[in-house]
């Protein structure tokens, strides 16, 4: 057939290009017969129908619908039986989601209308709806300590033990600690959460409570706010200083914290705090003295010693400027202030005006001070005395005080002139004699050599600046006694 047509084509005998292109177009003439075409087969070509074609593609089909249908039907039957597993599982819980999920759809609309009604700034608006979704996202929405309320304080500490045991376990303040000790603090904690950039605290605020992190991180920031001095991770606590009234300025704050992400933290009050450490003496011994090896640490970072005065910094300086002539001080190892039976009232150990009870590592510092005291009066005093003792120059001010601020202030000069003496002898005596540094009383010192230059003794010291802080908090206190 090839050869038939071959001989019809009008150009092509023996042409190769020709014969080639020939080939093509009748073997493409015999796949697709055109009807026109003459059939040069002896058999009537196969049917190519295409109804026959279509209904085989639909039959094949239909097959595979069925078998899937079947298949997606059985595996819907059994998803439908695992939920109603599920459901007839956690009925209870699923409902209380659901009701949970209402209830706080409810608040959250509330503040979203109320933002709305008196016109927050958006920015504000979108972190409040932000801290919502993380709220919910966290499962924090539900209130989890009302869920456990009516159970037996004993089985609540238990719970609250085992639910927050790897917070708890991280942090270093109940690292072999009393177990009772535990209970009672895991009781009072309370769990808080705060947005990114959040402000936990500042520098200077009076600290009314302590934190725990549990999750998120933190920065201890200058107060510049940019310089970060410490990043906080789960586990780290921070604002121990200022409840136990340990810092430069007694209660307030010694830096600011804030947090980067959100932040899951649980709070201690000051008050809590300190009813637990009533009950546990040892424990607080414990905090007390880590707080002072932290402090150290703190004084240490480089930020402080390049940026900030040490006035500001550290209780140190008031002994550390050198220029304070501490021999020509006199202090009288039977000061009836420093033995504890002033006039005041109640002995020195429970009279410190900083905190409503002395520590027992501060009363053990005392003890051990005030014998350290009589040793030394006993080796120079007396020499010192002659050479020292003179009445204070009694001014006419001065006679207007009222007999208790009279008192206090004897006291405040002569725990100064104490605290002057022996700061420096144990210091280089005693590591532990650090803490001493401290404790409140270097602000009563502090606020005694202001004292001081009050009264025009220049001979006597020259005085150190002391923080407003400091001075702001020493009359507060004043004023609670006179
Ligand atoms: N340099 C620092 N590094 C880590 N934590 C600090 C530093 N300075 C202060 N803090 C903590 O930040 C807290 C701020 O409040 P407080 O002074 O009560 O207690 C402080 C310490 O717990």
Not at 82 to 101: A, F, M, Q, Y
Not at 203 to 222: D, S
């Amino acid at each position: 057939m090839a050869a038939a047509r071959m001989e019809l084509h009008p150009r092509g005998r023996g042409h190769s290009e020709s014969n080639l292109f020939l080939a093509g177009s009748t073997a493409r003439s015999i796949a697709t017969p055109s009807p026109s075409a003459p059939h040069y087969f002896p058999y009537p070509p196969p049917s190519t129908h295409p109804i026959s074609a279509w209904s085989v593609c639909t039959s094949i089909l239909g097959w595979f619908c069925l078998k899937f249908l079947g298949v997606f039907l059985t595996l819907a039957a059994y998803k439908l039986a695992k939920i109603k597993l599920i459901w007839l599982e956690n009925r209870n819980k699923i409902i209380t989601i659901v009701c949970n999920l209402s209830v706080f759809a409810a608040k959250l609309d509330g503040v979203k209308t109320y933002m709305r009604m008196r016109r927050v700034p958006t920015p504000l608006q979108v972190k409040v709806i932000k801290w919502f979704d993380y709220l919910w996202l966290t499962q924090k929405c539900s209130d989890e300590e009302k869920a456990v309320s009516c159970l037996p304080d004993k089985l609540k500490a238990e719970i609250a033990i085992n639910v927050h045991l790897d917070t708890l376990k991280r942090v270093e303040i109940f690292q072999n600690t009393e177990a009772g000790f535990l209970c009672e603090l895991v009781l009072r904690l309370r769990p808080v959460l705060f947005s990114p950039g959040d402000y936990i605290c500042r520098k200077g605020e009076v600290g009314k409570e302590m934190y725990i992190v549990n999750r998120g991180r933190l920065q201890v920031v200058a107060d510049n706010g940019r310089t970060v001095l410490a990043t906080l991770k789960a586990g780290s606590y921070f604002g121990e200083i200022s409840i136990l009234n340990m810092g430069t300025a007694g209660n307030r704050r010694t830096a600011s914290v804030r947090s980067v992400g959100y932040s899951d933290l649980f709070v201690l009050s000051k008050k809590d705090m300190w009813d637990v450490l009533k009950e546990y003496p040892a424990a607080r011994v414990r905090l007390e003295a880590i707080a002072v090896k932290r402090l150290e640490k703190y004084k240490r970072a480089p930020l402080q010693k390049a940026a900030m005065g040490r006035s500001q910094s550290t209780p140190g300086l008031v002994e550390t400027r050198g220029r304070v002539p501490l021999e020509t001080m006199w202090v009288s190892p039977l000061d009836p202030v420093i033995r504890g039976t002033s006039s005041l009232g109640p002995p020195f150990s429970t009279n410190s005006i900083f905190s409503p009870t002395l520590s027992p590592l501060s009363r053990s510092m005392v003890r051990t001070t005030e014998s350290a005291l009589s040793v030394m009066s006993s080796g120079h005093s007396s020499g010192d005395e002659s050479r020292h003792k003179r009445p204070a120059p009694t001014t006419s001010a001065s006679s207007k005080l009222c007999s208790k601020q009279r008192e206090t202030r004897n006291l405040l000069a002569s725990v100064g002139k104490f605290c002057s003496l022996l700061l420096p002898r144990m210091r280089a005596k005693e590591p532990n004699w650090m803490s001493f540094r401290n404790c409140h009383l270097i602000n009563v010192y502090s606020f005694s050599k202001k004292f001081s230059r009050k009264r025009n003794r220049p001979e006597q010291v020259e005085i150190p600046t002391v923080p407003t802080s400091i001075l702001a908090d020493i009359a507060s206190n004043l004023r609670g006694i006179c």
